[in-house]
């Protein structure tokens, strides 16, 4: 297999534009890991989701440019609208390295919706050394932070590092060096770095830096933003059962992300975007 047989798509897009490109490669028996890691780099997207059948279910593997990642939600939500247009609209259950989640596509003529049921959920604070570590990194004081949702380790298939910011503007000027930003995110097992700001209890703008895979920054991230809620669910944060989250938008490829809480600690967190296909 080459990259001829990778479908390209486009997740969390907003009205038909923008959204994170996400390779889709489906096949018979899954290429080696080399295979992927060379058709990923190849592809250049942040991700490339490679599935093969097996049985009742996708077994499943995500790889970066320079890494294989453990579970990236803009993929899965591309491999769902695949899957929906190759195969019909329906759930299919997903075999990760780590446990099993599932995913939903729905098509309709150029219109491509997915829904995903993440991994669970997890957080813990983070420690002063780490967070004087970040700050630093992205050249950011404390007092820009918003202390209402406390800097996190936060978990949802992956591990993320999590600030949350006072204003938009902040968020905005985000900058860090990208060789830095690698060494920091592997020294210490982080997918991506996720910077946010509420902009109410139920709408939130993002950024995600993505050293780790060797990508400056990440225009939608479905993995993360599923672990953001369930950090959302363990402070109590107002949530109310939803909530939107808006990426890319300072990259010029405006992404919309929702995410649906469930009240049990740890559950799955239900991430549902718009998907579409990229010539």
């Not at 695949?82 to 299919?92: K, S, V, W």
């Not at 390295?97 to 604070?125: C, D, F, M, Y």
């Not at 949530?239 to 808006?246: A, F, K, N, V, Y």
């Not at 992300?257 to 010539?279: F, K, M, N, T, V």
Request: with cysteine; proline share 4%.
């Amino acid at each position: 297999m080459n990259t001829t047989s990778i479908f390209r798509v486009a997740a969390f897009s907003d009205q038909g534009q923008g959204g994170n490109p996400a390779g889709v490669w489906l096949g018979d028996t899954l290429p080696t890991s080399a295979q992927m890691q060379a058709m990923a780099k190849e592809v250049g997207y942040s991700e490339t989701v490679f599935a093969c059948r097996q049985g009742d279910q996708w077994l499943v593997r995500y790889f970066s440019p320079e890494s294989e990642v453990p579970f990236c939600g803009h993929a899965t939500i591309a491999l769902g609208a695949i899957l929906a247009r190759e195969f019909g609209n329906n759930q299919y259950q997903l075999q990760l390295s780590q446990g099993r989640i599932s995913v939903s596509g729905e098509a309709n003529g150029e219109t491509i919706l997915a829904s995903l049921q993440s991994p669970a959920t997890k957080s813990s604070a983070l420690d002063a050394t780490l967070l004087n570590s970040a700050l630093t990194m992205f050249g950011l004081d404390r007092e820009e932070l918003d202390l209402r949702i406390p800097p996190a380790l936060i978990h949802g298939g992956a591990d993320h590092l999590l600030l949350c910011l006072k204003s938009r503007q902040a968020l905005r000027d985000m900058g860090y060096d990208l060789a830095q930003g690698r060494r920091f995110m592997h020294d210490h097992g982080l997918v991506t770095i996720m910077l946010v700001v509420a902009e109410n209890d139920q709408l939130f703008h993002s950024r995600n830096a993505f050293a780790s895979g060797g990508v400056y920054e990440d225009p939608a991230t479905g993995a993360a933003s599923a672990a953001f809620a369930g950090y959302l669910r363990d402070i109590k944060w107002p949530h109310q059962g939803q909530i939107s989250l808006i990426q890319g938008e300072d990259m010029g490829m405006r992404s919309i992300i929702h995410a649906q809480i469930s009240p049990e600690p740890g559950a799955s967190i239900r991430i549902d975007g718009a998907a579409r296909l990229l010539a």
